[in-house]
């Protein structure tokens, strides 16, 4: 199983920004949980967003009504669309599935926001 995450860049405070990670298998449907996760310099990787194959979302507190995620499972892809970007949001950002089938770590999509 391989994730590839895309989508990063560099945006202005305020602005938008559309994670997405496709998976090489349908392991977005068989596992429990999917979710993204953070790093930014010196500092240790966070949770973002996590979404339960029930539907059940839990968002990190400084990201609640800003981001949302999402995910297709017809096409094997996580989303993560991210409004209102602040300078705080600058990371690198990971997009993570676990559950029975195993856990998987894309390999991250740099996400710079300038003031």
């Known amino acids: 199983v391989q994730l590839q995450a895309s989508g990063g860049g560099l945006v202005q405070a305020g602005g938008s920004l559309r994670l997405s990670c496709a998976a090489s298998?349908?392991?977005?449907?068989?596992?429990?949980?999917v979710g993204w996760y953070r790093q930014a310099p010196e500092k240790q990787r966070e949770l973002v967003a996590l979404?339960?194959?029930?539907?059940?979302?839990n968002y990190a507190n400084s990201v609640k009504g800003r981001f949302t995620i999402s995910r297709d499972n017809a096409n094997n892809t996580l989303y993560l669309q991210m409004n209102s970007l602040k300078p705080e949001d600058t990371a690198v950002y990971y997009c993570?599935?676990?559950?029975?089938?195993?856990?998987?770590w894309g390999q991250g999509t740099q996400v710079t926001v300038s003031s």
């Open positions: 993570n599935t676990r559950g029975a089938y195993g856990t998987y």
């Open positions: 298998g349908n392991i977005f449907s068989l596992n429990y949980i």
């Open positions: 979404l339960t194959n029930s539907g059940t979302t």
